[in-house]
């Protein structure tokens, strides 16, 4: 959820803890795949709290889970994440709003808190964002090209491959072609030799009856 009130202020004392003062999103490939930064947060008090989490920009940064409750005593993990295909903006500019309200039902879910919520929340603290995109080393560079040209080897191999199987296919092919051709030729050379025979057969037929009337 993007922050409306963007000028709100912080309050004065934010009763639940966080173990990061800053979120930093870090990375070789910052920017082309997502990269996600945990947040713990802790409750030290008595009470039961309903929290929600909102950021400057629902396009740039995803927050999970954006609204729970939090327990007295027990410890929380909220997943805050810089989406992938973002230009990288400057450091500090950025921010994700932690809100929390105190809740004395304890089975009551937390957005039902806050959609019965009236005024504004007990506390508000900013976590700013800092962006580190760190530089390939000359080794993981070299391997990188290494890699790709590993991987053009084997996509040409799959090509000649295909090529390959293509000519058999075509060899084959013509193979097939031929062998029926010789089968159509043997029968073509088998229905002669059956008429000839009758022919022949004929033949003798009419020069036996011939010699009979001759007698």
Request: glycine share 8%.
């Amino acid at each position: 959820m993007a922050e409306k009130d963007t000028q709100k202020k912080e309050s004065a004392e934010f009763v639940l803890k966080l173990d990061v003062e800053k979120v930093v999103f870090a990375g070789k490939k910052l920017g082309e795949e997502m990269v996600s930064a945990p947040i713990k947060m802790s409750n030290p008090t008595k009470d039961r709290y309903a929290f929600k989490v909102k950021c400057t920009s629902n396009d740039m940064f995803r927050i999970r889970p954006p609204v729970g409750a939090i327990q007295p005593g027990e410890d929380t993990l909220i997943t805050v994440a810089f989406n992938a295909g973002k230009s990288i903006p400057e450091s500090g500019k950025h921010y994700f709003a932690i809100y929390y309200i105190k809740t004395a039902d304890k089975e009551k879910p937390a957005r039902t808190v806050w959609g019965e919520h009236k005024g504004d929340a007990e506390g508000t603290k900013r976590v700013y964002v800092d962006f580190n995109k760190e530089k390939k080393s000359t080794a993981e560079k070299s391997s990188s090209k290494n890699d790709d040209k590993k991987e053009e080897k084997k996509e040409e191999k799959k090509d000649e491959k295909k090529e390959e199987k293509k000519e058999d296919e075509k060899k084959e092919e013509k193979k097939r072609g031929r062998k029926e051709r010789r089968k159509e030729r043997g029968k073509e050379r088998g229905k002669e030799g059956r008429k000839e025979g009758r022919r022949e057969k004929g033949r003798k037929e009419r020069g036996g009856k011939e010699r009979m009337i001759m007698k």
